[in-house]
């Protein structure tokens, strides 16, 4: 797959099927509209996603972003859906007050040639949103390509979106989370040294913190599996600062069930199935120290089922 954060300008003759958006999550309703243009792969398109590095919102507003894939997991995960080039373009005033017709012609036709384009039926852009899907299939006549308009991805009643996924997120509802994307809402980061009180009450883990811009379940302790160089160990995960300790970072500390091996300085990737309880303060250690065979007595029964 080719990334770039610019407008690609593909060779003359090349022709390329896109889809356009902010596909923040790549959750079942962007797996929809990239299956609409790997389908055209067939027919010798590229397959291209145009996106953003930040959403036009957080741009207007200055708002830091936190994201729920970071800009490297949505490579990934893009590549492994059958996209060929991911345009991740940096949201510019420039791009912002761009006529939809002009951002049409120069983007879509004369630098992608563009011959097939996926959107959903709220998809808007140009300068103050006037673009829209009847827009582009009225503009497709002209400059010769077509637009399917792909019907929304449902859960019941209601639209997949990243908001959705956000709002059950921030709940902790790592099942619904996971129906809604299409795979197990994860985290990465390198294993780093912690204060090893772990292993002074039997329970040694494996820390990392997050990327800065990753969103994050609530603060809590989680059901998870862990794939550390190649391999999954299951565990229970806390999120959060360890007030027992007083640590002032936000972290991630994973109990793997079944190992022993030194993991310091390795990526781990921290998959989320299910909350178990909220952050704590304890007492003591001791009491820590019950409760957290608590949870792995609860962790270990959750993956026998």
């Known amino acids: 797959m080719i990334y770039t954060t610019e407008i690609p300008h593909l060779e003359q003759g090349v022709r390329s099927a ?10 079942r309703g962007h797996q929809k509209l990239i299956h609409c243009i790997s389908e055209k792969r067939r027919e010798d398109c590229r397959a291209v996603v145009f996106t953003f590095d930040v959403s036009p919102r957080s741009y207007i507003l200055k708002v830091p972003p936190k994201f729920l894939l970071t800009y490297e997991e949505r490579r990934e995960l893009a590549e492994e859906r059958g996209v060929d080039i991911l345009a991740e373009c940096p949201f510019t005033e420039e791009l912002m007050h761009m006529e939809p017709e002009q951002f049409v012609k120069e983007y879509l036709v004369e630098r992608l040639h563009a011959e097939y384009l996926a959107v959903g039926p709220d998809f808007r852009f140009g300068h103050k949103r006037e673009g829209n899907p009847q827009m582009l299939q009225k503009l497709g006549k002209e400059y010769g390509f077509t637009v399917e308009i792909v019907e929304k991805e449902k859960d019941g009643s209601r639209d997949i979106s990243s908001t959705y996924i ?4 921030e709940k902790g509802n790592m099942e619904k989370v996971n129906g809604l994307l299409g795979y197990t809402y994860f985290t990465r980061g390198e294993i780093v040294h912690g204060r090893q009180l ?18 994050l379940p609530p603060n809590g302790v989680y059901i998870t599996k862990s794939l550390i160089n190649g391999k999954i160990y299951e565990g229970i995960t806390n999120v959060g600062y360890k007030p027992t300790v007083r640590e002032n970072f936000l972290g991630v500390e994973t109990y793997l069930f079944c190992c022993n091996e030194n993991l310091y300085g390795q990526e781990a990737e921290v998959r989320f ?18 409760q957290l065979n608590q949870d792995v007595e609860t962790g270990r029964a959750f993956f026998q089922k």
Do not use: M
């Open 166 to 169: 956000r709002e059950e997120l």
């Open 273 to 290: 199935y299910q909350y178990l309880r909220p952050e704590k303060k304890f007492d003591s250690l001791e009491d820590l120290k019950k």
């Open 18 to 27: 896109v889809t356009l958006g902010k596909f923040d999550g790549l959750h």
């Open 198 to 215: 772990g292993r002074t009450i039997g329970v040694p883990t494996a820390n990392l913190i997050p990327p800065e811009i990753k969103k």
